[in-house]
């Protein structure tokens, strides 16, 4: 099993205070520098003694783990790191640690990589100081970088992250609109900046004074909006559209998709947006449901006849009933795996295709 932390020491002292970390922390895997490893042997998932260099043996772990942490001086760390650096969207986690454990440094990654997440908490297991110097953090606010992660947000796009993050640090006006997604998206201590104004649609926010913008949407943006907001706005999307399925024994995952496609771009949503699937438990072995779900990454929800009866429907099918034991599959199926009592599309049928689309109601 590979694990997604490595923690590197080379001094008896660094070695000692990996050794208990790795101890704290799951999923961590310690490589101890043999010449000040003593007795130590290998332990398979837990315990690595390596001869090398430090500089040679940094390439793979970069590639290998999620998060680096290393045991020595900051200079030093900084100097083997940066021939290794490519890219923030899928450089590693690196914190130092001094051998004292009196500091924790959150180094490269802290945002995207999750580097300040990780130094806080291990700080806390080593109840040492934890250094973090990224603007948001320090300021107590959030990150636009990281909007949502934690529910599944994703970006449109990361070219206006870095104006959008400036906009934010620097204290310029932002308009932030938020038409569906999770309510609860500030992080747990942060606060709301003054700079920062919540709007109730999109009229308003193409009306007030900003130098950026963040839109939260599972809607397709029209062309005159996109062109109105600008450059230096974010837009992300929350998980928050659930699709009901139905269709014919052996219908190809293509025309699955294609069906699925054609819907959201009638509908004006955005496919990023889509959370899940959901359908009768009868289609749990259906492979071209299986092969879309797969290819997008979605859960596909089941439900047994009797609780997709347990969803009252305008036009209940005999014809369905006599093939799946329910009078209907993807309006209840979409119905109760959303949570919402609205459908945004009854139930379509095309080619061999029915399928049903609402929106996840969130609160808060």
Known sequence: MVRKVAAVAITRNGIELALKLGGLLADTEVYCYAKYSGELEEIPGERRIFAGSVKELLPNLFRRYEAVILFFSLGAAVRLIAPL????KTD??????????????????????????LTLQIAELLQSRPVITTASDVQGTFAADLLGREFGWRADSFAPMKSVSAAIVNGEPVAFLQESGERDWLPAGAVLPDHIQLCADMLELLQV????????TDRLLKPEEVAALGERTAVYRPRSLVLGLGCNRGTPAAELEAVVMETLAELGLSLLSVRNAATAAIKGDEAGLLALCGKYGWELSLYSPEQLNSVPLDCPSEIVFKATGAYGVCEPAVL??????????????????????ARVTYTG
């Open 85 to 88: 650096l490519e890219d923030k």
């Open 92 to 117: 590693p986690a690196v914190i130092v640690i001094d051998e004292g454990g009196e500091h924790v440094i959150s180094v490269l990654s802290g945002h995207l990589g999750g580097a300040n997440r």
């Open 209 to 216: 004074p900003r130098s950026a913008a963040i839109v939260v």
């Open 336 to 357: 109760l795996s959303s949570g919402s009592g609205q459908l945004l599309l009854p139930k379509k049928k095309s080619g061999n295709v029915t399928i049903a689309v």
